[in-house]
């Protein structure tokens, strides 16, 4: 699994874009800035990704979705 990953930094082009959808946590900004950056999609239940998700700018999937999605 570690060959598969890579380090990726957002740029301030991908935190502007997420910026509107957190009001206060700076950390989930940057976790969604690099989902977008990268193309990957986030999995969580955590509430505070409901509205990104909704806009289609990163996928967000619950874990159960995930779990699902992943064993097909």
């Known amino acids: 699994m570690k060959e598969k990953c890579k380090d990726v930094e957002p740029d301030e082009e991908q935190i502007k874009r997420c910026k509107q959808y957190f009001e206060s946590c700076y950390a989930d900004m940057i976790h969604a800035a690099t989902c977008l950056k990268s193309g990957a999609a986030i999995l969580t239940n955590d509430k505070h990704f409901a509205e990104i998700g909704k806009s289609e700018l990163i996928e967000v999937w619950?874990?159960?979705?995930?779990?699902?999605?992943i064993l097909e």
Request: charged share 10%; no cysteine.
């Open 62 to 69: 619950d874990i159960s979705y995930a779990i699902t999605h």
